[in-house]
């Protein structure tokens, strides 16, 4: 069903108000319109600042290898403050270098950013209570690259500001700007804030092998967005969710055969854990796994896979209550900004073969504020509803190539020509989509065709 929203100024005196509706159509056939709910009130707008609780990521560490790290980051308005811990070993060289999480970019417009220069925040070495480091974080790129240096401005390399050795602990504290985001924000109004909370429980269905093979639970004790079927858990809007699961099996266990439990988002395994079998013989055990924090798409699904390297049997509940399939949105969840931007732009940077009838793929990323476009695939994955304004440019066609808007698999039309020659040419088209559309540009074109560089965008604009 679509939703309409939209603003209207009354006047001083008006009591009563006409809602119209006009189709375009001159079509005689007879029209079915089903209404759910009108509702005209005040509009209120509400403004604050965003704040996320701590989300883990794995650092991307150059010339210090870490036998371990705990790298945290999370929003403070227009900012992002990340935490580093690394916890090093005997294998050092050159100059060390980290990370923040993927996908953003530093805004060098909000300080005074020089590759190398500024300072954005501390970090600390330790060896040991009477051992302790200090030094300043400094931006290498935008990308966000980060380096130390001493007070009297030498990087931290292998041998500054101590021989690192393997024990030796690093942290550093940063905080920059990032590209897109505001401080003080009008919160979108249409932002679902639906309770979104799901739980499965029974002695499941399924296959219990050396491969890992989905769990099917037979009962659904709770399902506020009526998403699981089948075995499998669809996202019904796009925001961070937390998983666990359980599943007890019974079997012809040997001493050491394990029990796997994985969670799978969209198609791949992001959290796993084993259950060992202390003894031979027939009974049931339990595997458990959870995840915190795992960002899906509208549209995109959470399963649970099961392993065992066991004989004979299958899934048990000798334990009540052993087996169970959880998922809830995560409670640092919150509202939309509105006016933070929403925006994908991405190019290929080598020729490209356009085929007609295969989506356009660009393969390279400039900039994507939500991670929402899939560069094997062409497919944009909406992640607010809204009206947006898509632009394909830089196809060197071979042919004339018209090129197609489809929305979740469906043709929506022609939207654009390229003519054939050697010229750079682009095409645009504004359209309103809702949360977790599926957005590809498919050309039309009566022979292949080559792209040498070619771009797409899309950005919200309303």
Known sequence: ADKFIANFQTSATGTSYRLLFYISSTSSAAYSLKVDNIAVKPCNYVYGTPITDWRSFTSTITNFTVSSQQSLWRRVGDSMQIRFFFNLNSAVSSTLRFNMPSGYSIDAVKMDYTANDGNVGYATANRTASNNYIGHVQPGNTSGG???????????????????????????????????????????????????????????????????????????????????????????????????????????????????????????????????????????????????????LAGQTIQIRAYSDGSGGGYSEQVPGANYFTVSRSSDSQVLSATAKIVATYKTLSSTTITSGTALRCTSKVEDSHNAYNTTTGAYVVPEEGTYVLTVSGINAGATTDVKLFVNGVDQGVFGSLSNGTGRQSITVQYPLLSGDSVTLVPQASSSASDTVGWFTIIKVK
């Not at 897109?180 to 219990?208: C, E, H, V």
Request: net charge neutral; glycine share 8%; hydrophobic share 35%.
């Open 146 to 296: 980060f380096r130390i240096i001493t007070n009297g401005g030498n990087e931290w390399t292998s041998a500054v500001p101590i021989t690192w050795q393997s024990g030796d602990r690093i942290s550093a504290f940063v905080e920059v700007p990032i590209v897109g985001w505001t401080s003080s924000t009008q919160m979108s109004n249409s932002y679902d804030s639906r309770k979104i909370k799901f739980r499965a429980s029974g002695q499941p269905s399924g296959t219990l092998t050396t491969g890992f093979n989905l769990v099917t639970y037979p009962t659904v004790n709770g399902d506020t967005t009526a998403s699981y079927s089948s075995g499998t858990w669809t996202a019904p809007t796009s925001d961070w969710y937390d998983v666990s699961a359980s599943i007890e099996a019974n079997q012809n266990w040997t001493a050491g055969n394990n029990l796997g439990i994985q969670i799978w988002a969209n198609g791949v395994s992001v959290a796993m854990n084993y259950a060992q079998a202390p003894r031979t013989t027939n009974y049931g055990f339990q595997s458990k796994v959870s995840a915190n924090s795992i960002y899906l």
